[in-house]
């Protein structure tokens, strides 16, 4: 693994915890998995193209009325600190494009929408490529 970046700190208000996300390439993509099930419904690989889609951008709003940004894509919702880190990501690369931040959601309970089946990796990793 290759390190390429420190991203700035994030606040995650729920944990009162400060994060550095660490952008980072693996030369030898394998299977990935949640590490805390409790707090990661699924993990997927996806093209950068659908992240940076403007249909697949807009904001949730939690039950305690912090509002952040989201994404949808391929049946999930992508949102919290993956939501932060992403936003961040794309904005910093220059591979943002302009959506609607007016467009928020309230965010399902939990467990209302099952996560996607996680499917072959395989067919994923070939996506990134």
């Known amino acids: 693994m290759t390190v390429l970046a420190e991203l700035p ?10 994060v550095t996300p660490v952008l980072a390439w693996w030369h030898d993509p394998h299977p990935v998995h949640p590490r805390e ?7 997927a690989r996806l093209p950068v ?10 904001r ?3 039950p305690s009325g912090w509002i952040g940004p ?7 919702l992508v949102w919290g600190f993956t939501a932060g880190v992403l936003a ?3 904005e ?5 494009r302009p959506w609607s931040r007016g467009r928020v959601v309230e965010l399902p309970p939990t467990g209302a929408t099952p996560a996607p089946s996680a499917g072959s ?3 994923d990793e070939n996506a990134l490529r």
């Open 9 to 18: 700190k994030l606040w995650i208000p729920v944990s009162d915890f400060v």
């Open 37 to 43: 099930p409790a707090e990661v419904a699924h993990v």
């Open 49 to 58: 193209s659908e992240l940076v889609d403007p249909a697949n951008r807009l």
């Open 60 to 62: 949730v709003r939690h």
């Open 70 to 76: 989201a994404f949808s894509a391929r049946g999930m």
């Open 88 to 90: 961040a990501l794309l």
């Open 92 to 96: 910093m690369g220059g591979w943002a």
């Open 121 to 123: 990796d395989e067919a």
